[in-house]
T-cell receptor, first 111, second 115 residues
Framework: SQQGEEDPQALSIQEGENATMNCSYKTSINNLQWYRQNSGRGLVHLILIRSNEREKHSGRLRVTLDTSKKSSSLLITASRAADTASYFC???????????FGAGTRLAVHP | SAVISQKPSRDICQRGTSLTIQCQVDSQVTMMFWYRQQPGQSLTLIATANQGSEATYESGFVIDKFPISRPNLTFSTLTVSNMSPEDSSIYLCSVEGVGAGTEAFFGQGTRLTVV
């Protein structure tokens, strides 16, 4: 399968704690993206990091990329109950138009 | 950004029947994609909908089972044919540009249950 892997598969934390999700991919990439999905609905784009970038921030989100290890991580700081969702990484290889999605992490943030 | 209207949002269908899902975008886009998300799973690309030509299917998906139309740059349909309970999934359409800095936009999905 071309699908990437994510860990953990599920993560349960308390409000205010940080949540870290990891993603690995299999081929060289042009960029890697993170998406959020609430309750099996449409995906919402969170952040994109290019292959020549190592770290990117957006509000409470921090993404890192290690192309030598073919891995990325998403950190959500000071989590809120509203962050409860599934999070997916998606890699785009060079010359491709399609995204390859990871298995996803289900995050539950408890008040 | 792009706003995508996908319908129906959900349906319960009898096995052996077909369902057509519609995807309407608020702007002209080159690339449109159809994904399947089986229960508790990630997204799997079914096909790329090409305007003016036949769709490009991924391994494991065939035109007879998932016929796709793309009559113009803002609209596409996916039909799930001769359904079985194994087709129960969320089906999502997506649009995106081409290039290194491109994000994808998704419709809200169609939750299909086959009984």
């Amino acid at each position: 399968s071309q699908q990437g892997e994510e860990d953990p598969q599920a993560l349960s934390i308390q409000e205010g704690e940080n949540a870290t999700m990891n993603c690995s991919y299999k081929t060289s990439i042009n960029n890697l993206q993170w998406y959020r999905q609430n309750s099996g609905r449409g995906l919402v784009h969170l952040i994109l990091i290019r292959s020549n970038e190592r770290e990117k921030h957006s509000g409470r989100l921090r993404v890192t990329l290690d192309t030598s290890k073919k891995s990325s991580s998403l950190l959500i700081t000071a989590s809120r109950a509203a962050d409860t969702a599934s999070y997916f990484c998606a890699s785009r290889g060079p010359g491709y138009n399609k995204l390859i999605f990871g298995a996803g992490t289900r995050l539950a943030v408890h008040p | 950004s792009a706003v995508i209207s996908q319908k129906p949002s959900r349906d319960i269908c009898q096995r052996g029947t077909s369902l057509t899902i519609q995807c309407q975008v608020d702007s002209q886009v080159t690339m449109m994609f159809w994904y399947r998300q089986q229960p508790g799973q990630s997204l799997t690309l079914i096909a790329t909908a090409n305007q003016g030509s036949e769709a490009t299917y991924e391994s494991g998906f065939v035109i007879d089972k998932f016929p796709i139309s793309r009559p113009n740059l803002t609209f596409s349909t996916l039909t799930v044919s001769n359904m079985s309970p194994e087709d129960s999934s969320i089906y999502l359409c997506s649009v995106e540009g081409v290039g290194a800095g491109t994000e994808a936009f998704f419709g809200q999905g169609t939750r299909l249950t086959v009984v």
